[in-house]
């Protein structure tokens, strides 16, 4: 359904409508308690808002004398959308809304109480830090709760930056010795991360949950693994494409460890799968073989390097609540 550009005088109505943003229930009484001095026209305004609608003849409203009748049908109508709380709606929805330079406690209130309010997929916070900025992006809601060997039952967002930290080594040389939390990424090339994290959003802020992680591997393929406390991870190959691409998988005789919690994509990948690509290529902690890691390349294929490459990004994930 195509939208109607709007007009001079339906400008001036939506920036009243603007201004009462999500808080807006109904509009009582007439025309004349809106501030706008413009109040001739609201049909642009409606059409921005809902689509195209044409013109009044098209509502339900009997009342097409006054035109607050018409707007409280369309916001009505929308009120399931304007009052939607929980992971479900909020992982299904795109906005890209700067949500500001820091969390605010209203929005940490949001997150902890599970209702997520004015918080959807692609809304974002610009973080300063020691003269560098970073736009730190919502991917999902609630991926990781009832999950874990101790239940998470805490409500979160998990957050990816829109590129990569730094370059950073998987290992010293080509092994994929001891699987992800054998190499020299989990041990302390993720430290720095950590630090960046932790200042833009403070340490009591970044939750703490349990993740299966692979510590060994057999002839190239993951062979066993354990529960592990975890904040900041890199990403598995599941959540960014949604599946294995290149990681190890089982081959009819071998039977990988591959457990995870982290076994789904990212709803913010698969709303905007063009987010997937930041023109640096990046680590995920899949193994591939004796010698090689899973990673997303600067050109946007999966693919998987030597584990020594030290070209390649850290674009990690972590909670916050």
């Known amino acids: ?27 009582q009484g007439s025309l004349a308690n809106l501030d706008t001095t413009n109040k001739l026209n609201l049909v642009s305004a409606i059409n921005e808002l809902a689509g195209n609608i044409g013109t009044l003849g098209n ?5 097409k004398a006054n035109l607050v009748a018409a707007l409280n049908e369309i916001l009505d109508f929308t009120k399931p959308l304007r009052e939607a709380s929980g992971a479900g709606l909020h992982n299904s929805l795109y906005r890209g809304k700067k949500l500001g330079t820091a969390l605010t406690a209203e929005q940490s209130a949001a997150i902890r109480a599970g209702t997520f309010d004015d918080l959807w997929v692609g809304d974002y916070w610009e973080i300063t830090i020691n003269s560098n900025t970073y736009i730190f992006r919502i991917a999902d809601f609630d991926y990781f709760y009832r999950s874990g060997d101790t239940e998470c039952v805490t409500h979160h967002v998990v957050v990816v930056p829109d590129t990569t930290f730094y370059l950073q080594v998987m290992n010293a040389t080509d092994i994929t010795t001891g699987g992800y939390v054998g190499s020299v990424m989990y041990k302390s090339g993720l430290n720095n991360a950590k630090t960046i994290i932790n200042n833009a959003f403070g340490s009591d802020h970044i939750l703490k949950h349990r993740e299966y992680l692979q510590n060994a591997v057999t002839s190239g393929y993951p062979s066993a693994g354990a529960w592990y406390d975890s904040t900041v991870e890199l990403m598995t190959e599941q ?10 998988a089982c081959n009819g005789s071998t039977i ?27 680590w995920l902690r899949d193994v591939v073989s004796g010698a090689c890691f899973a990673n997303v390349n600067y050109i946007g294929n999966a693919n998987y390097s030597n584990a020594s490459n030290s070209a390649i990004g850290v674009r990690p994930a972590f909670t916050i609540y």
């Open 1 to 27: 359904m195509g939208k109607l550009l709007m007009d001079s005088t339906g400008q001036s109505i939506l920036t009243e409508l603007l201004r009462h943003n999500n808080n807006v229930e109904n509009i």
């Open 59 to 63: 509502l339900d409203t009997t009342n």
């Open 239 to 248: 959540m960014v494409y949604g599946g294995k691409v290149l990681g190890t």
């Open 256 to 282: 990988p460890n591959l457990y995870t919690v982290a076994k789904s994509q990212l709803a913010l990948f698969r709303l905007r799968p063009d987010i997937i690509c930041c023109r640096v290529p990046y």
